[in-house]
């Protein structure tokens, strides 16, 4: 299981993206975006980003699998009430020149913002 490989290794950096690029495969459609939510992929992407905030690639894929899960409702809920909202707006301003980083993690925001701010 992906996620409790991540609970298992929360210093492994390689762990934790490759982690994130997994969650995000496994979520594109609905019902599986609400499947992996449902697992605790919210809270691991979350706590990931947390743990590695200055890694760049743990910050591209993590936001990546937020970025797919965030299409279902229920898991922008659980974004905002595991404190993704800031995780997201820090990595913004840790990895200016992270192209991918930027791009998703601007969207992020503005989509979370619209649903709880």
Do not use: W
């Not at 299981?1 to 496994?26: E, R, W």
């Not at 894929?61 to 800031?86: D, S, W």
């Amino acid at each position: 299981d992906v996620i409790k490989g991540m609970a298992a290794h929360p210093t492994s950096q390689l762990v934790q993206y490759k982690g994130c690029a997994v969650l995000a495969n496994f979520a594109h459609n609905i019902l599986e975006q609400q499947q992996v939510g449902s697992a605790g992929g919210v809270k691991a992407s979350i706590r990931a980003m947390q743990l590695h905030a200055d890694d760049k690639d743990v910050q591209d894929y993590c936001m990546g699998t937020l970025y797919n899960l965030a299409r279902a409702y229920e898991n922008r809920e659980k974004i905002a009430a595991e404190g993704g909202i800031q995780v997201i707006k820090q990595a913004l301003v840790m990895h200016p020149d992270a192209s991918t980083v930027q791009r998703v993690g601007k969207n992020l925001v503005e989509t979370l913002s619209r649903d709880f701010d």
